[in-house]
């Protein structure tokens, strides 16, 4: 999604605001640009394509002099990803300058009523109307024109207003987009979210709903409704350093690799063992003061909030949590379930999963779940975002930040995240006993070190990738938990390396997949030894019977499986429902290999964005 960049009292702004911008490369653009105040007008350069071919562009300009500029990444929502339509957007008479995220929904009818005034419009874009809103309002005092223009729009928005008149000062007004203000010694930044910000400033402000900020060199002076509010920065503790590929060739693979530290630093903290097997072990939840062991006791019915990935950690989720707490559970797709009219009560345990806390349909949906009286439970990695801080508790995965547009380390993090909610519910509920209960709770404590030894055979997976790089099509296959598993290896699969890849419950394969299958489709199966075992070897059967290729994912001490088998990944994975986990690695591994074979940009896949913060 768009990506936002603004800097004010520092020296060079406008290269620190192109460095911010391609350390936001990773939401996902199409064109950039950036604005900064050049002899009382505003100087603007834009381009389509990459951050690069802007720097590009602004190395003709003499950049030495401005303290203050703006920048934008942009996502193309409204009119195509032309340089005309690349932010940031000015005002008609030329004395507003704006960049947004977000989407006005009721630009058309604005845009009449400027068109009708005399205003003409440059760009196809609902932001050139904002520059022009402003414009209006504005009698010198900018902050005073924003706060005037924001009851006019309806949709969603963080902005950044920008006039040459006022050149030592920025406005920046959220709803609903994110928005992070970097407090540093005699500068002001601001962006779609910290990573920017981290190389300049450790100090940051995240600008709630409503809110609007005048910013000056060193100041940040936060509004609602006209009012000052208090203005308290946050400590960030990522590292830079943390932020950047650390040798890798990509963030995915780097993050990919991240998985066995990320897992065991999640329970650092929150899981203790007692020293002998009569007590029970100690599940610490800092962030879920607000919901008592009474309230999860009474807990009817537990919906999981989700898209895309995150979803599918939920369909995971929703057989752990059922398991342990014997509370019927229901992995929803967000964005329908808000327009579902769904059936709510207080009752009823909202858990919301996101990797960034920002998407749209999530968030929307965590709303209306309030509304209707229910207690929502983030599991969110991004902290501050605007899912965890209108949560009624959060459990944060705390796996850093996630640069690969593909989610892969936040993925098997949500899955721990759930299983430790899971075990704490059923304790708590009495659902599970004690010796099941230290059972389950060392397998989360080990599963980091687990995922070690799956990691090691990484050169032989590229070497399966390599075989199937050609493949035009490709079918992923489970049962029980292996379902989710082999939904999330063909959305992997898919969009990073853009085969059309399908995943199936293995028992519907029957039902109408099965005639896809011949010798030119590689059917991946998650075959691991266990309940469902002997079914999924008939399905292979049924595969090999049409000469489809298989490729599976087995127990390490499954002795039968090569001869049915083409290709088979083993893994040591004997421990119930952790077997998720370990299995998503060779997925992640399979797809990343597959895509670089065939040259595709795993990080910034094309059409997609990291964060959907539209909908
Ligand atoms: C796929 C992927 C997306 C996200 C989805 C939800 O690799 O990353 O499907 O999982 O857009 O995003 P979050 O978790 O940020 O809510």
Redesign the pocket.
Known sequence: MCGIVAAIGIPNAVGVVLDGLASLEYRGYDSAGVAWPENGALRIVRAAGRVSELKSKVETCDTTTPETAMGHTRWATHGPPLERNAHPHVSADGRISVVHNGIIDNYATLKERLTKKGVSFKSDTDTEIVANLVAEQFTGDLLQAVEATLPLLDGTYALVVMSPQCPDMLIVARKSSPLAIGLGDGFTLAASDAVPLIPHTRKVVFLEDGQVAALTAGRCEVRRDGQAVPCIPAEITWSAEAAMKNGYPHYMLKEIHEQPVTLEAMFRNRLRLPRTDDADPEFMLDGLENLSDDYFRGVSRIVLL??????HACMVGRNLLERTTHIPAYPEYAADFRYRDPILDPSVLVIA???????MD?LHAVRLAREAGCNVLAVV??VGSS?AREADGVFYLNCGPEIG????K??TA?IAGLYFLALRLGQVRGTINRQELLRRARDLLGVGARLNGILASDPYIRAIANRYRNAANFLFLGRGTGWPLALEGA??LK?VSYIHAEGYDAAEMKHGPIALVDENMPVLFIALQGRRYDKIIGNIQEVRARKGKIIAIASHDDREIDKLADDVIYIRADSGIMNSICCAVPLQLLAYHIATARGCDVDKPKN?????TVE
Not at 306 to 311: D, I, K, L, P
Not at 405 to 408: E, K, N, R
Not at 608 to 612: E, N, R
């Open positions: 989700a898209q895309g990935t995150a979803y999963v996101t990797q960034s806390g920002e998407t999530t990695n991004v899912i547009v593909a989610s892969t936040a993925f949500m959305l992997k969009e997609l964005a990291k964060s959907v």
